[in-house]
């Protein structure tokens, strides 16, 4: 069994457009003790999921371009009006009001730092990134939230400053073209695909 | 939100009060390849009936609506499984619906049960609750588990959930544990107090008797936290039967109160913006102010170091019982020890300790049936089941083993329920020599918290009883 044409997707007209093969079907096996008792059988199952972006979709477009996106409360009659938040939140969830976006690069690239981490050799099923992980929380300056992502380069420490890094040479445009680095580190350092 | 309005913090008012009847468990292991899931269900409800000295038939002719709690579908690879559960019980036609909450979902099952029978919906309702993790390899599973993160944000990160949740240690670590040596020999206590006591359980899936030593030699999954740090990944199923009170005496003659309430928080830990504590009946106004202070770091609430759900769960559950202060008004409880830096986070957050000095209840002996230092009884024994780290993480049958195995120290019937040799046969496990009888004499009232992930979901279950009321109940 070959997984030759995987499926993709287009949008035209407003509608989903596909093309390959989104699923592909292999024979079930049987499981047995050491006596030979039939005791189940095993499911394969290999398919690929369409999934909407959304009012998302312009932050995950715009790592690609090494810019890092919030937004921002817009209505001056919400009691948080004004707050900033990264991830990315469509609508405030107070007032329920469409947030403004704002472009918090210059904010991360200067006032970034690490609130907490963590370092782990654990991995489930699937991941694509070198081990052990380093996940950093990011704190910037004048945002409610606190962002998760991955060190590439140097040893987290709470309250080390950092800086975004982007996958801008072959985005994937997930949550995994955006990475932090240490404060200060060179540019010829950084991982491949990955630039400031 | 972070500020809430007055009707968000009204207590709830029941409308009729509802009793636990009796609950029953199936044996929990890494892997049960001999069982379908709905013989483990029924497996508990026989259980269940035997405890009243029903037969099955009997208990069933009281049900009148079903709440089952089955947190991930995809472990299963069966959607709508409980419907094919409730068929294997032979409960069609009546009512019934799946509940998921993550970690939370046994105890958000008995929160949905407990409802039906006090609004009057149902004069007698189950809540059963199980979880098979053992049809994928450990690594698919963690990836399954990580799909219970935000797809898009989290889940890329290594698909790996103690990422998201170990980043919470490690801020709780440095800033109230200030990463002290004594500390981290605290954290491991627990994981030898509920291993220890994991061995008088019968259904338990990892008993083992070890040392603080044995914790810290663990392999590291995520510093500071260790294997033997962790809780387990289970299969088994669980149930309860709530009744109002008419019913709940002619089933037995021994029901307990039940109270059940539920809080939450956002699914990213990422999303908690800072806000003002929010106070239980037994803390002050001032007695925070200088946290930050005591615990540099430690100002911003709940940060990366609070569960909010879990204090909004215990502010509901206890105006609901009457409870002021649950280390005195508590006889014991089961807490969600899904790592044991957590099982800390949550003593403070539910008020057994203020926060930032959650390790005293462990560091006083309180926590133990018999504290080590005193040679009394603890002050509020924890997790004598074993816990989430000896017993075992059904995910949708936990809450609900956790408030049977209060119940039975209440009824008095705890050791009857572990010290049964034909279960121990039954289970396939060899009772220790040095079985021990962990019934908490005297037993009157108890807590049980189910908790989701990082924090997304917590409920509290009170059992109280009835001639042990507190005053002020609402």
Redesign the interface.
């Known amino acids: 069994m070959t997984t030759q044409n995987r499926g993709t997707v287009k949008v035209e007209n407003g509608r989903y457009r596909v093309t390959g093969n989104f699923h592909y079907a292999y024979p079930n096996e049987p499981?047995r003790?050491e006596s030979g008792k039939l005791?189940?059988i095993t499911?394969p199952?290999d398919m690929t999921h369409i999934?909407a972006?959304g009012g998302?979709a312009p932050f995950?477009e715009n790592l690609s371009n090494a810019k890092l996106l919030g937004t921002k409360c817009a209505n001056p009659k919400c009691?948080?009006y004004g707050?900033v938040?990264i991830?990315y939140?469509i609508h405030c969830?107070?007032c329920l009001m469409r947030n403004e976006e704002v472009d918090l690069t210059e904010l991360a690239r200067k006032g970034a730092s690490v609130?907490?981490?963590?370092?782990?050799?654990?991995?489930?099923?699937?991941?694509?990134?070198e081990k052990p992980?380093r996940?950093v929380?990011v704190e910037f300056e004048g945002v409610?939230?606190?962002?998760?992502?991955?060190l590439s380069i140097g040893e987290p420490e709470?309250g080390m400053k950092v800086v975004p890094i982007f996958q801008t040479k072959k985005p994937t445009f997930?949550?995994?073209d955006l990475s932090w680095v240490p404060a200060g580190t060179s540019a010829a350092d950084l991982p491949e695909g990955f630039t400031f | 939100m972070i500020k809430f309005s007055k009707q968000q913090l009204k207590i709830p008012q029941m409308s009729k009060p509802v009793y636990l009847v009796t609950g029953g468990m199936s044996k929990f292991d890494r892997a049960i390849p001999e069982k379908r899931t709905e013989e483990l269900v029924i497996d508990s409800f026989l259980e269940a009936a035997e405890f009243i000295n029903k037969s099955p038939e009997e208990l069933k002719q009281y049900i009148h609506s079903c709440y089952y709690g089955h947190f991930a579908d995809h472990f299963g690879d069966q959607l709508l499984g409980e419907a094919v559960i409730h068929d294997r019980l032979g409960l069609d036609p009546l009512g019934n619906v799946g509940i998921k909450t993550g970690g939370a979902t046994g105890g958000s099952t008995i929160w949905e049960a407990y409802k039906a029978v006090a609004s009057g919906y149902s004069d007698t309702a189950l809540a059963m609750g199980w979880e098979r993790m053992d049809e994928v390899p450990t690594d698919e599973g963690n990836h399954y588990i990580a799909s219970a993160a935000d797809k898009d944000w989290e889940t890329p990160l290594g698909h790996i959930y103690t990422g998201y949740y170990a980043v919470m240690a490690q801020k709780y670590w440095q800033v109230f544990g200030k990463e002290e040596e004594s500390f981290r020999r605290t954290l491991a206590e627990i994981a030898v107090k509920n291993k220890g006591y994991a061995r008088m359980n019968p259904h338990a899936q990892s008993p083992m008797k070890i040392t603080v030593e044995d914790v810290l030699n663990s392999p590291i999954v995520a510093h500071p936290l260790r294997a033997l740090d962790c809780c387990l990944m289970s299969v088994g199923a669980s149930c309860v039967i709530l009744a109002d009170e008419k019913t709940a005496y002619e089933m037995t003659d021994n029901p307990l109160l039940l109270y059940s309430s539920a809080g939450s928080h956002t699914l990213r830990v990422a999303d908690r913006r800072d806000m003002a504590i929010p106070l239980l009946p037994n803390e002050s106004p001032d007695q925070y102010k200088d946290l930050g202070v005591r615990f540099p770091g430690g100002d911003r609430y709940p940060g990366f170091t609070g569960f909010l759900a879990a204090r909004m769960a215990a502010y509901y559950a206890y105006g609901m019982a009457g409870i002021v202060d649950p280390t005195e008004d508590l006889d014991l409880v089961e807490l969600h020890d899904a790592f044991t830096i957590s099982d800390i986070q949550t003593y403070e957050d539910i008020g057994i300790r203020p926060y930032g000095e959650g390790r005293s209840y462990v560091e006083s002996g309180d926590c133990y049936h018999t504290n080590p230092f005193t040679g009394q009884p603890g002050k509020l024994p924890a997790n004598l089941s074993g816990g989430l780290i000896g017993c075992m993480h059904a995910v949708g049958a936990t809450g609900i083993m956790q408030v049977i195995e209060v119940a039975q120290h209440i009824w008095g019937r705890w050791s009857e329920m572990h010290a049964d040799e034909a279960k121990w046969k039954r289970f396939n496990r060899v009772k220790p020599d040095d079985w021990t009888d962990l019934q908490v004499k005297g037993a009157k009232r108890g807590l049980a918290i189910s908790h989701a992930g990082v924090g997304s979901h917590v409920t509290a279950t009170v059992l109280v009883h009835p001639d042990h009321q507190l005053k002020g109940r609402g």
């Open positions: 499981i003790d005791l189940g499911n199952a999934h972006y998302e995950f009691e948080t707050s938040y991830p939140r969830p107070d609130h907490t981490f963590m370092i782990t050799e654990r991995t489930g099923a699937f991941n694509t990134l992980i996940f929380n409610s939230t606190i962002l998760m992502g991955y709470i997930t949550i995994m």
